[in-house]
């Protein structure tokens, strides 16, 4: 079956603009994950989505940052009025569920490189 | 609470020879262990888990991690390196609807 999608591959922006990047998560998965990876760095968790309940926000790094799921599927990370620190590499993940167990392994997209000039 | 270490930034052998990352970490939770690996410019793949069963886990590529809980330890090995192996490994713990991902390990293979 499809895996994680993600969707633009790259975008190139200019500081002060706004950008919204597509996550499509695996069909049935009900947990989805956002992080960001900087150039030469490891992975930096964002949001995370658990089907109906309340996000879990705590890695968003300044209020700039938002994300939606909207149907319990499709996610979007919007970034207000970008700066150049925000280029890196923001991944997605899906997973069954958010419990323990066979159902917390997460199966990544191959990410949008954002590099905002 | 959880955490996970990598011990090694950088691990360098030379192909045919064994390799080691090390990985330990520390859950309130009987944890969940994965081990990822990122080729240059791709996205993560993963390449074993652990989630209770057996303690020895076999991968793909070769690949295999051994859970001690009494060491809080889930390294990853494979007997003879490849050059296709050169990428970052990433080891990850989840438990408590928390996941955690380690710092990474560059793995470098050598002619």
């Known amino acids: 079956g499809a895996g994680v999608s993600q969707s633009p591959s790259n975008k190139v922006t200019e500081k002060g603009k706004d950008v919204e990047l597509r996550c499509d998560p695996i069909?049935?998965?009900?947990?989805l994950y956002w992080y960001r990876q900087s150039l030469g760095q490891g992975l930096e968790f964002l949001i995370y989505?658990?089907?109906?309940?309340?996000?879990?926000k705590s890695g968003l790094p300044s209020d700039r940052f938002s994300a939606e799921r909207t149907g319990g599927s499709v996610s979007t990370l919007t970034i207000q009025r970008t700066q150049q620190e925000d280029s890196a590499v923001y991944l997605c993940?899906?997973?069954?569920?958010?419990?323990?167990?066979?159902?917390?392994?997460?199966?990544f997209g191959p990410g949008t490189r954002l590099l905002v000039l | 609470a959880q955490s996970v270490t990598q011990l090694d930034s950088h691990v360098s052998v030379s192909e045919g020879t064994p390799v080691l990352l090390r990985c330990n970490y520390s859950?309130?939770?009987?944890?969940?262990l994965f081990w990822y690996v990122q080729h240059p410019n791709k996205g993560l793949q993963l390449l074993l888990k652990?989630?209770?069963?057996?303690?020895l886990v076999k991968g793909i590529n070769g690949f295999e991690a051994e859970f001690k809980k009494s060491e809080t330890s889930f390294h990853l090995t494979k007997p003879s390196a490849h050059m296709s192996d050169a990428a970052e490994y990433f080891c990850?713990?989840?438990?408590?609807?928390?996941?955690?991902f380690g710092a990474g390990t560059r793995l470098f293979v050598k002619a």
């Open positions: 993940a899906s997973s069954l569920r958010g419990l323990a167990g066979d159902s917390v392994t997460q199966y």
């Open positions: 069909s049935g998965h009900t947990a």
């Open positions: 989505f658990q089907g109906n309940s309340a996000p879990d």
């Open positions: 859950s309130s939770y009987s944890p969940s």
């Open positions: 652990y989630t209770s069963a057996a303690t």
């Open positions: 990850v713990v989840s438990g408590g609807f928390k996941t955690i």
